[in-house]
């Protein structure tokens, strides 16, 4: 296990919602921090709020989608740190449409965010890890979306599947390797970020409702309501750190969502038609 005290933890996505409460709960554990973002203003915005709080922290803008990026994010964190103990693949993105309408575009840059994002981190650091040969902890942010599919968002679904299985694979290697690296898979039900304005950081622009059909619109609406009702980012924080402490795996913070995992489970065992089954609460 990590004993966090001076360690060094690596958090992309980390100057809002999850990501940031991450950070924080880290730095409250005496780590030192490498907070890596494309938006730069809320980035500056974090470091200096975290400073202001007496953590030991460095910002660097990265955008995950562009694997140079993520080299010089792992360069830079060597120079400032020497080393890297836990690295969150957390910064994420979600565009709501008919598979068939979403543009192609927003495809790769769902992707090139979510998935991609997470192959970079993954390929940058842990040889990083393995090098150093001391405990450390992967920490990948996935979704419910990861387990389960649902209508009118796919590229989101299917980055995150993605995500959950290369965490899976990962956890396998590790174990063959006789590696020192855990990693978990994060997949939150609703929590209450600013991921239902994710196209504030869209290459191509905001999504104007103008450009939406009725039904992605419709979902857009529902999505950013649930968010709101979501869980605060800081109780997600605290569940993932206790998942490093006690290396857990699979990180389940809404874990009454869990019939919708096992009425997916069962249809495929089943051999039955994928069905819609909806949270409790909604
Ligand atoms: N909020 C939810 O309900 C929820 C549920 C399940 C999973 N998630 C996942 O949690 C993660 C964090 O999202 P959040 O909810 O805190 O949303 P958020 O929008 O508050 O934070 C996401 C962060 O990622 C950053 N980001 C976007 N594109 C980037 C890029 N190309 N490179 C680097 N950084 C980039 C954003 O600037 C932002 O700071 C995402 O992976 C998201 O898919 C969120």
Same mark, same amino acid.
């Given at each position: 296990m990590i004993d966090f005290q001076a360690k060094v933890a690596v958090v992309t996505g980390g100057a809002s919602g999850i990501g940031r409460a991450m950070a924080e709960r880290f730095a409250e554990e005496g780590m030192r921090i490498v907070i890596?973002?494309?938006?730069?203003?809320?980035?500056?915005?974090?470091?200096?709020?975290?400073?202001?709080?007496?953590?030991?922290?460095?910002?660097i803008r990265c955008d995950v989608s562009k694997a140079?990026?993520?080299?010089?994010l792992a360069e830079e964190t060597i120079k400032a740190f020497d080393s890297v103990h836990i690295l969150c693949n957390n910064a994420g993105v979600e565009i709501s449409g008919s598979t068939w309408a979403i543009p192609l575009e927003d495809w790769e840059w769902v992707l090139g965010v979510n998935l991609w994002g997470v192959i970079h981190g993954l390929h940058y650091f842990v040889p990083l890890m393995l090098e150093h040969g001391q405990p450390s902890h992967i920490v990948n942010t996935a979704s419910m979306a990861g387990l389960t599919s649902g209508g009118n968002m796919a590229p989101y679904h299917v980055s995150k599947h993605g995500v959950v299985t290369l965490s899976e694979v990962l956890h396998h290697e590790f174990a063959q390797a006789g590696a020192k690296i855990r990693v978990?898979?994060?997949? $939150?039900?609703?929590?209450?970020?600013?991921?239902d304005e994710s196209d504030r950081n869209r290459p191509s622009g905001r999504v104007s409702a103008d450009d939406l059909e009725p039904s992605a619109k419709m979902f857009r609406d529902m999505f950013s309501r649930s968010v709101r009702e979501g869980l605060a980012p800081k109780e997600v924080a605290e569940m993932v750190l206790k998942a490093i402490v006690d290396e857990t795996f699979y990180v389940l $913070?809404?874990?009454?969502?869990?019939?919708?995992?096992?009425s997916r489970m069962e249809n495929i065992i089943e051999q039955r038609d994928p069905s819609i089954v909806l949270p409790p609460e909604m």
């Open positions: 890596a973002d494309v938006e730069q203003s809320a980035l500056e915005g974090t470091e200096a709020e975290m400073i202001a709080d007496g953590a030991e922290v460095i910002a140079h990026d993520v080299k010089v978990s898979v994060l997949c $939150p039900g609703w929590v209450d970020t600013k991921i $913070p809404h874990a009454h969502w869990k019939n919708m995992i096992h």
